[in-house]
């Protein structure tokens, strides 16, 4: 069935790209901006590179790949019009849900699902958050639903925030920062990504390796591309949605994918962050 | 001080490079000083630079972070200048506050986050004067220094087990290299000495060997490039000849003197026999004539008698007056006329020209003992002769003043050396070498409270001996 609708959906965007094209937005030479964030491995430039230039072919137009700091900065920048789409999270997404689309959500391991690791030390003897009372911690972003929403609903559940159950609490603004805090011996514990602790577990075995996870959170909508509601008619827009549904079916898409460890980029849906909605209700306190 | 005669008693020849192998070894020892020194020197600006760079760069990258306070931060920066600068060498580095609270460290499970800085500032130096101490961790403290002001604190812990490594491979390397070197040019140095000091070492063998007849070194043996060496063997040379040539002359001397006294003898005898025997001859043929005669035979008979007494008068005479041994006998003219004998032929065998000064009759009344006197002028005169050389000249004046012998014996030789002079006026110690005659000379005169003067004048040397008269002595 998904198979089905992406090539249809492949099909429509390689009709498109030419009329688009032809409908004139190329005319423009600035470039169309898509933000990254920390979600993923940000420091490896050649993920960087090959993504950028499979969505500069699927588009058949530059593209320039932005990298900011925090969650709070992409949301920013993709309200004010500064970026034209981003990779955000799912917790963002929400937080903005009244201005923002969907462009896709990638599919790893089969779903487009993920879930959040609540990281220690290799040698440290918790097994469970309560564990981990009085300890240092390292969030990601305090907008990101695996880096920070998931242990902090976990504690709201009890009645209680981070800055109350740990000794100390950290931003490090990258998921590899939180596994690197943790292995480090910076923080006692982490919350992190459950894709990217997998993904450097291959590509970096020595530093994951120095960590464990002793909680894994329940499946949660992936991270998604998105961008602004009112925008998505725009050619340029459509352009960048197509061309990333269409990554796996490019070489060049496949191999960014490749780096990515995803397996490809669907349309999703709205109910895939229901979790995560109901999270963020945890910690709300409705 | 036992060690040093023993040292000197060993061979020249082992003494030279023994000494050159210590010169060798203490030269060794400071160049290594020396060298451990520069390298302490490039060490510590190493270590300096390292830290200062360090300290440097991380205020530069810290200053904001510290300033917000941020955690993740500090790390972040620390954890990567620590895999951007020299990873082996920065053990930890742990930044503080203003409070002294840290704020992160390279290893927060050694320095935790909010503890006291305090503890790792112990025995920490500012990173200019971080100096090698023989620790392989030394702390380096430094301010932290932002937009001017002090917002915290730097502590680095450098890891210098390879500096250490490094000093003590050097230390090992000149240690063995120095030694090698040393062993090789001590070696070397012996070879060298041993060659230079061969014919040194001949020398020594050949006084050695010689058992009081020294023998001389083949002209082949002396090192013609070493004028010093060359010098002093030939000079040694020179001496065995002269020591040879002496006792070939006192052989020939003793020879001489004997058929000198056989022949006075001889004289003597057919003087004194032949006068009587024409008188008894006579007396023989009256009685042969006259046997008839009592009167005449009786007075040739008692003629004869008287002649063959006055005969076994004179050959008593003569035998007392030619005994070979003459020990006793005082000195007369005859003993100096017997010395020209002997030693003219030296004259001879030299070209030599002899001044013969002897006042008839002046030895006459001084009692002097002949054989002495005799010894003293001989030996005098064979010292001139050789001093003199080939063509030189000799003279001897013998006078009496006062009841006193005056013998003065003059040669154009080159004059006597302090050694010589030290054998013939002093009684000191005898110095090695040769010229034993001039130490006879010195004690005979002594035994005769007799005087020695030297004296060199225009080109000549004068040795005047003054021997005082013999109380009743006179011949």
């Known amino acids: 069935m998904k198979s089905t609708r992406r090539a249809v959906l492949m099909g429509v965007a390689a009709m498109a790209a030419p009329f688009v094209s032809a409908r004139g937005w190329t005319q423009s030479p600035a470039p169309f901006r898509f933000a990254l964030t920390p979600v993923f491995l940000d420091n490896d430039a050649a993920v960087i590179s090959a993504l950028r230039a499979a969505l500069a072919e699927g588009m058949g137009h530059d593209i320039e790949l932005v990298q900011r700091r925090t969650y709070q900065e992409i949301s920013g920048a993709l309200l004010d019009g500064s970026v034209d789409a981003a990779w955000t999270c799912g917790y963002p997404y929400l937080q903005h849900r009244a201005e923002l689309s969907l462009l896709g959500v990638p599919v790893w391991r089969g779903r487009p699902l993920y879930q959040s690791y609540l990281i220690v030390a290799q040698d440290d003897p918790a097994t469970a958050l309560s564990d981990l009372r009085g300890g240092a911690h390292a969030f990601s972003d305090p907008d990101s639903n695996s880096g920070f929403l998931v242990t902090a609903s976990d504690l709201a559940r009890d009645g209680q925030t981070p800055d109350q159950f740990f000794s100390r609490v950290i931003f490090t603004y990258g998921h590899r920062n939180v596994v690197r805090s943790v292995a480090g011996g910076l923080t006692r514990s982490g919350s992190v990504d459950g894709y990217v602790w997998e993904a450097l577990s291959s590509a970096e075995p020595n530093l994951t390796a120095r960590t464990k996870v002793i909680v894994r959170s329940e499946w949660l909508g992936f991270p998604p591309m998105v961008a602004r509601a009112d925008r998505m008619d725009e050619p340029s827009v459509m352009a960048c949605k197509s061309a990333l549904l269409g990554l796996s079916t490019t070489p060049q898409g496949r191999e960014a994918l490749k780096l990515l460890s995803l397996d490809a980029i669907e349309p999703g849906e709205d109910a895939l962050f229901d979790g995560i909605a109901a999270r963020m209700a945890v910690l709300s306190g409705r | ?475």
């Open chain 2, 1 to 475: 001080m036992r060690p040093l005669p023993r040292f000197r008693n060993l061979p020249v020849t082992l003494r030279v490079p023994l000494v050159t192998a210590g010169l060798m070894i203490l030269l060794g020892f400071l160049a290594s000083q020396s060298v451990l020194s520069a390298l302490g020197k490039v060490q510590d600006a190493r270590l300096s630079e390292t830290a200062k760079l360090h300290v440097e760069g991380l205020s530069v990258a810290l200053g904001p972070s510290v300033l917000r306070q941020d955690v993740w931060e500090v790390y972040d920066i620390l954890d990567r200048a620590r895999s951007t600068y020299d990873g082996q060498r920065l053990l930890l580095s742990i930044v503080a506050d203003e409070r002294g609270r840290i704020l992160a460290a390279t290893d927060p499970r050694r320095a935790p986050v909010g503890e006291a800085v305090a503890e790792f500032e112990v025995g920490a130096a500012p990173p200019d004067a971080v100096r090698m101490t023989g620790d392989p961790v030394l702390r380096v403290a430094a301010p932290l220094l932002f937009q001017g002001r002090q917002i915290g604190q730097i502590v680095t812990e450098l890891d210098v087990t390879d500096l250490l490594a490094e000093r003590r491979n050097v230390s090992m390397w000149l240690l063995f290299g120095n030694a090698a070197a040393t062993a090789l040019l001590a070696f070397g140095g012996w070879l060298a000495v041993a060659r230079i000091l061969r014919p040194v070492g001949a020398l020594v063998s050949a006084m050695d060997d010689s058992k009081g007849a020294p023998r001389p070194i083949a002209e082949t043996d002396i090192p013609r490039g070493d004028p010093g060496l060359s010098r002093l063997i030939s000079t040694y040379n020179r001496m065995t000849t002269a020591v040879e040539s002496r006792a070939e002359a006192e052989r020939r001397l003793a020879e001489r003197e004997r058929f000198v006294s056989l022949g006075r003898l001889s004289s003597s005898l057919a003087h004194e026999v032949n006068n009587p025997l024409g008188g008894l001859l006579n007396a023989a043929d009256t009685i042969l004539s006259y046997s008839d005669r009592p009167e005449v035979v009786r007075q040739s008979a008692e003629l004869m008698q008287r002649g063959l007494s006055h005969l076994r008068d004179v050959t008593r005479a003569i035998l007392d007056e030619n005994r070979l041994d003459r020990v006793g006998q005082t000195l007369r003219p005859e003993d100096l006329e017997d010395l020209k004998l002997l030693f003219e032929p030296e004259v001879a065998s030299r070209a030599q020209k002899l001044h013969w000064n002897v006042r008839p009759g002046s030895t006459g009344m001084t009692g002097l003992p002949a054989a002495p006197v005799r010894q003293i002028v001989l030996n005098l005169l064979l010292n001139a002769g050789a001093a003199a050389g080939q063509h030189g000249q000799v003279g001897l004046d013998v006078t009496v003043g006062e009841g006193k012998l005056f013998v003065e014996v003059t040669d154009t030789g080159p004059g006597l050396g302090q050694a010589d002079l030290d054998r013939l006026l002093a009684s000191g110690p005898l110095p090695p070498g040769g010229g034993v005659g001039l130490r006879l000379v010195h004690d005979l005169v002594s035994r005769l409270d007799g005087e020695i003067h030297h004296e060199r004048m225009k080109d000549r040397t004068h040795v005047r001996v003054v021997l005082p008269p013999k109380d009743g002595g006179h011949a």
